[in-house]
């Protein structure tokens, strides 16, 4: 009984077929003294039946093909490029407009038109096209039916009856855990009753990357893994989280189909630290192991850093620089240290110089040197070069004291000379000397 009733709506609907059109007067009909149109027509195009003089109708409109009708007052229709030409008899009131896929309008004039006046008026139309009535049965029911990415509306106990312009779609219907049905279709008259029987979708293989890698990847809140990670996980659209420590969590909605990969840039969160300080300085970041000469583009997660500067003979700097997300940060920390200079010019030009003071102050370089802001203090210079004998000196070196040094070493070695003993015989007992 209740699939009988359903026939016979839609039956119903069938007989419902609208055919409309969109006739518009974009311009309202007024005079126009200046036209000459009425001057250019034939006596049988301008004067009526009764010998008066028409009135004349310019209407402009860009549809062709239009039939304009007033029976009791009409004269002629003169279509040109754009323009119609009208001539109406005196004291016509209204013009129809007819044209097939644009059905018919009446407009009615605000006034009765004048014997040899000229008016004019524009139109303009939309074509509308036949409304199709479509029913749509789906098992199971609750599908959301798309005809064209547009949705129509979901099947209720497995039906949906709706109205479209014929034509053809590209159907699809969506139901959570099924799979997607995709369809080309045609809407018209004869063909507007369309069926489609679901299958329970399966997991989708899934992988998920990121670069750097190693995020924690959840999808609709549920732990994925880390990337690189492939696995199954049902079809549908969900929100998709990417965490990784020191960088931007990346969280966005993903529409899950068989198969889906995707690949996420993480942006670097971390803060950038530069310490500019002594050479012979030792830049300590939260008591880390340390780091000779300062630090460049040091890379940190947003926090507040404890910094100490430490240096022979001087007391060390302490500061706390607060480091924000994704900041830059470059600080000159340089203790505050008496220094002079040390120059060393040497032959031969390859002789390596190393210069050792206390606490672990260390030089070195290779043929004439200038060794700057050298903390003062007692310091111990060697030269030394393949083939030669090595040079010795200590000294002491005073505030703002520039220490010169011109050594050429003498040719030879510092390993000592290896002397071989003369060789001894031990008598054999066992043998008598004979006389």
Known sequence: MQKSIIIIV???????????????????????????????????????????LCALLVIRCGIEDINFENMAAKV??????????????????YIVMKKAGYGSYKEAFEFKLKSGTVYEMSVDGERMLNQI??????????????LNDTSQGRTS???????????????????????????????????????????EAMDATVTIDSNPQGATVYIKGIKFG????TGFFPLGTYTIKLEKES?????????????????YTLEDAR???????????????????????????????????????????????????????????VKDFYPDVQTGSVLVNVIPPD???ELKGEAGIFYTNTGRCVFEAVPVGSYELTVKAEKYKSFKESFSLALDENVIRQITLEAGSDKPVEVTPPSTTTPNPGLRRRW
Not at 78 to 88: A, F, M, N, S
Not at 133 to 146: A, K, Q, R
């Open 247 to 263: 960088f931007d969590t990346i969280e966005e909605q993903i529409t899950i189909t068989n198969p889906t990969s995707k690949s």
């Open 76 to 93: 002629a229709q003169i279509d040109q490029e754009g323009t119609y030409l009208v001539t109406l008899k005196e004291n016509a009131s």
């Open 157 to 199: 106990s497995g039906k949906l009856s709706v109205t479209a312009p014929e034509g053809k779609y590209l159907l699809r219907c969506v139901l959570a855990e099924f799979e997607t049905i995709e369809d080309s279709i045609e809407i018209k008259s004869g063909n507007q009753t369309f069926e489609y029987k679901l299958v």
């Open 351 to 353: 002789a390596v110089v």
């Open 226 to 229: 880390e990337t690189p990670k």
């Open 271 to 329: 803060a950038t630290l530069t310490i500019n300080t002594h050479a012979q300085a030792t830049v300590y970041l939260n008591n880390d192991a340390g780091h000779k000469g300062g630090v460049k583009d040091y890379k940190l997660s947003p926090q507040m850093v404890e910094i100490r500067v430490e240096m022979p003979k001087v007391a060390p700097i302490i500061r706390s620089v607060l480091l924000e997300k994704k900041a830059v940060v």
């Open 133 to 146: 009535p479509v029913l749509f049965s789906t098992n199971p029911s609750g599908v959301e039916i798309f």
């Open 10 to 52: 839609f039956i119903l609907m069938l007989s419902s077929l609208l055919t409309g059109a969109s006739f518009q007067v974009t311009q309202k009909i007024k005079e126009n003294p200046m036209h000459l149109g009425l001057q250019m027509l034939d006596d049988n195009q301008k004067y009526d039946s009764e010998g008066k």
